[in-house]
T-cell receptor
Framework: GENVEQHPSTLSVQEGDSAVIKCTYS??????FPWYKQELGKGPQLIID?????GEKKDQRIAVTLNKTAKHFSLHITETQPEDSAVYFC????????????FGKGTKLSVKP | DAMVIQNPRYQVTQFGKPVTLSCSQT?????MYWYQQKSSQAPKLLFH???????NEADTPDNFQSRRPNTSFCFLDIRSPGLGDAAMYLC?????????????FGQGTRLTVV
């Protein structure tokens, strides 16, 4: 089955700096890679996603890159703000009845003012 | 507007006393999931419904059961909660396809076992 590795487990940056979180996956059939942000006591919220036919996607300060050959994808947050502080999860999925989201272990991002 | 609604947000139950958590959705998605999330860990899939078909994860304890009476509602039943079952329980929905699709999560139910 699919296995998703996520690094680092914790990340502390200064406000205004960039943050990068990396994930690798094992199942070459995976074709959908979302990133979720989870604030304390709340459910995960999708912030950006990418499909296997695309190499990069950007939405304002957030971008995701995908390298299918190497089976890894990364989240980039530029100009970080204190409200970006949260736990971020990457995930991988291949669709179909058994293609459920498999999550990485999460990265706790702290943005210091 | 809330699209995946979980009730209650907080649930306290006694050791061994059956408890039911509920989830409803307004998205008309055909897939509904239940995840267990313990402190500082990733969500762990317990089971999911693909339309009416129930799919149990291999390592989900028999203590956990689920019901989906219609498209909009799904329930998680814990028959005899133990202290180790204290966790956040997350319901999610998605629309199935040949490729992966976005899963929408509810706000979760925090279960405490006393």
């Amino acid at each position: 089955g699919e296995n998703v590795e996520q690094h680092p487990s914790t990340l502390s940056v200064q406000e205004g700096d960039s943050a990068v979180i990396k994930c690798t996956y094992s199942d070459s059939a995976s074709n959908y890679f979302p990133w979720y942000k989870q604030e304390l006591g709340k459910g995960p919220q999708l912030i950006i996603d990418i499909r296997s036919n695309v190499g990069e996607k950007k939405d304002q300060r957030i971008a995701v890159t995908l390298n299918k050959t190497a089976k890894h994808f990364s989240l980039h947050i530029t100009e970080t703000q204190p409200e970006d502080s949260a736990v971020y999860f990457c995930a991988a999925s291949k669709g179909g009845s058994q293609g459920n989201l498999i999550f990485g272990k999460g990265t706790k991002l702290s943005v210091k003012p | 507007d809330a699209m995946v609604i979980q009730n209650p947000r907080y649930q306290v139950t006694q050791f061994g006393k059956p408890v039911t958590l509920s989830c409803s959705q307004t998205l008309n998605h055909n897939v509904m999931y239940w995840y267990q999330q313990k402190s500082s860990q990733a969500p762990k899939l317990l089971f999911h419904y693909y339309d009416k078909d129930f799919n149990n994860e291999a390592d989900t304890p028999d203590n956990f059961q689920s019901r989906r009476p219609n498209t909009s509602f799904c329930f998680l039943d814990i028959r005899s909660p133990g202290l180790g079952d204290a966790a956040m329980y997350l319901c999610a929905t998605s629309r199935s396809g040949t490729a992966g699709t976005e899963a929408f999560f509810g706000q979760g139910t925090r279960l405490t076992v006393v």
